[in-house]
Nanobody, 117 residues
Framework: VQLVESGGGLVQPGGSLRLSCAVS????????MGWYRRAPGNQRELVAA????????DYADFVKGRFTISGDNAKNTMYLQMNSLKPEDSAVYYC???????????WGQGTQVTVSS
């Protein structure tokens, strides 16, 4: 399984960005996908997660009401719509995929999001 993120960049506080994660390879093995982030000096933290069926989502408290995770199975792509961005949202955002049966975890290379005026 290969994951490639895109969509990061520089945005002003209060602005929006949409991250994309293109998935290739043995996509049928994936059960859960998510977005994590790591800011300088901090540990990597979960931002949001979604089951591949799209029937269940989970969000970190610090993004609830601002971020939306979604997926398009036909395009093998996962998205993270980020609204009302704050400077503290600045981080490298990573796409994650997990196969429960195979006990495997996959990571993308990350995309930088910077929120600054």
């Amino acid at each position: 399984v290969q994951l490639v993120e895109s969509g990061g960049g520089l945005v002003q506080p209060g602005g929006s960005l949409r991250l994309s994660c293109a998935v290739s390879g043995s996509t049928f093995t994936i059960d859960v996908m998510g977005w994590y982030r790591r800011a300088p000096g901090n540990q990597r933290e979960l931002v949001a997660a979604i089951t591949t069926g799209g029937d269940s989502t989970d969000y970190a408290d610090f993004v609830k009401g601002r971020f939306t995770i979604s997926g398009d199975n036909a395009k093998n792509t996962m998205y993270l719509q980020m609204n009302s961005l704050k400077p503290e949202d600045s981080a490298v955002y990573y796409c994650n995929a997990q196969s429960l049966k195979q006990q495997s975890i996959y990571w993308g290379q990350g995309t930088q999001v910077t929120v600054s005026s």
